[in-house]
């Protein structure tokens, strides 16, 4: 029995361990321009002011 215990032990951490490095890879630099890319964005027009 302690086997046992001793191998579910080992295969929770290493489930753990891989979805540890797994998360940090979908948060890399294309998610990041991605996001700012489906943001709102807004364009004013700037008068020239200045008398010719």
């Given at each position: 029995m302690k086997k046992f215990?001793?191998?579910s032990i080992?295969?929770?951490g290493?489930?753990?361990a891989?979805?540890?490095f797994?998360?940090?890879a979908q948060a890399d630099i294309i998610h990041?321009?991605?996001v700012h890319?489906?943001?709102q964005q807004v364009n004013v027009p700037q008068?020239?002011?200045t008398a010719s």
């Open positions: 215990g001793f191998a080992a295969a929770t290493l489930a753990a891989i979805l540890g797994a998360a940090p990041h321009r991605w890319e489906i943001q008068v020239d002011m």
